[in-house]
């Protein structure tokens, strides 16, 4: 299965083969038929090993920034509107990395491991825009909330924020996102806050799962300028998959925009004037590579660092020994249970390493507000804010570049 839905063979609603194992179909109509009659978190449920993933979702934060210079690109433009356009392509310009390219790498989205709290995931890209630095860290449980911070110092730009998800069946799987982000750019000491797009896993009948995202979602900046993203999953505008339009419009003024965006988020989009329809800028992944993230070889990491956790279950869900998985995901979650257990006999809370929960987010409550968006603090375990002070006393230590150029900003 392709990743923008047209197909390969693998087989996803369009007549072709199915993807799924001729020996896994059994249990593959006996997970639909549970999701069918399931009410909770769907990430609980067990999966047919055939579409298990060896990567946590802790790991899901780095696909922000696997495009460097375009992340920091922001942070050099004087002009706010064109400042605004350029995070406005950013944001568009991850949707493939988040949403798309791990049915490209694996032929089919996979569920992930479900990540345990306090994991952590820390990584580095070094190219032409410097270094850019990710923290990545599992704050909540139940429910499963990932909170992360992304900055490049050298360009005085960061992005913080963190994210649940509400999972559905309704004919399909249906995920609600619930969280923010909110990007930082120093020169000009604005922000802007980032709203997560709804989606809803295609495929399923044929064992190849892919996502295709709906609705709308918004960036609005603290200067005035606000955007808004149109998703059209099953091609209702352009007849093709993962579809897309945007504007950009001064705040408050939504039938006055200023650039438009139309393209596929999987595939390349076209930035114009609204006015005069010139274009403006473009962006094609194609040509726009990706960074590799640089990690810490595994026997360098702490215990608590994602792929040191979860080393053995991953590479006995990669030989397809689901017994050895199963024993393996066990060790750690009894482990978990325990600490839990031993934290409510004292009293006490998991300490988490790099990001604490506030009480006070001024910044958020006055951008979302422009919008129509919730904190919905009740679904994520509180909110969550990066931590300098902690992180600069952490252990392990920052290994990529300490904490340079990072500061907790008021959400």
Avoid at 41 to 56: E, R
Avoid at 254 to 264: F, L, S
Avoid at 357 to 386: C, H, M
Wanted: proline content about 5%.
């Amino acid at each position: 299965m392709s990743a923008n839905g047209n197909g390969n063979g693998n087989g996803n609603g369009n007549g072709k083969a199915s993807a799924v194992p001729p020996q896994a179909k059994s249990s593959w109509s006996s997970f639909l038929k549970s999701i069918a009659s399931f009410n909770g978190d769907l990430s609980s449920m067990t999966a047919p090993p055939f579409i298990l993933s060896t990567t946590s979702l802790v790991e899901f934060s780095s696909y922000w920034a696997e495009h460097p210079t375009v992340f920091v690109a922001p942070a050099a433009e004087k002009d706010p509107a064109k400042r605004a356009m350029l995070v406005l392509k950013w944001f568009l310009s991850t949707l493939k990395q988040q949403y798309a390219s791990r049915s490209e790498k694996l032929g089919s989205e996979k569920k992930p491991l479900n990540p345990f709290l306090g994991e952590l995931f820390l990584g580095k890209w070094e190219d032409e825009a410097g270094t850019t630095q990710l923290v990545s860290e599992q704050v909540s449980h139940h429910p499963p909330v990932t909170a992360y911070c992304i900055w490049n110092a050298k360009s005085g730009i960061r992005l913080q924020g963190y994210n649940a998800q509400k999972a559905s069946f309704s004919s399909t799987i249906n995920v609600k996102q619930i969280g923010h982000a909110i990007l930082h750019i120093d020169e000009y000491d604005e922000d802007y806050l980032i709203t997560l797009p709804s989606l809803h896993i295609e495929g399923l009948i044929t064992g190849s799962p892919f996502v295709e995202l709906n609705r709308c979602s918004f960036i609005q900046s603290s200067t005035g300028y606000a955007a808004k993203i149109d998703y059209s999953g099953r091609g209702w505008i352009s007849g093709k998959k993962n579809t897309f339009s945007a504007i950009l419009y001064p705040e408050g003024k939504e039938k006055e925009p200023i650039y438009t965006v139309d393209g596929q988020w999987t595939d390349a989009f076209t930035i114009r004037d609204a006015k005069n329809k010139d274009v403006v800028d473009t962006y094609d992944p194609k040509i726009t590579k990706v960074t590799p993230l640089t990690v810490a070889p595994l026997e360098e990491q702490d215990e608590m660092e994602s792929r040191r956790a979860w080393k053995k279950v991953a590479d006995a869900i990669a030989k397809g020994d689901m017994d050895t998985t199963s024993y393996e995901k066990s060790l750690i979650e009894n482990r978990q249970r325990e600490l839990r257990k031993l934290e409510r006999e004292e009293g006490r809370e998991w300490e988490r390493r790099f990001f604490s929960r506030t009480d006070k987010y001024p910044l958020f409550e006055s951008l979302a507000a422009k919008i129509g968006e919730q904190v919905n603090d009740s679904l994520t375990n509180g909110v969550w804010i990066f931590d300098a002070e902690k992180a600069s006393k952490s252990r392990p230590p920052f290994r990529q570049g300490e904490t340079n150029g990072v500061t907790e900003s008021p959400s």
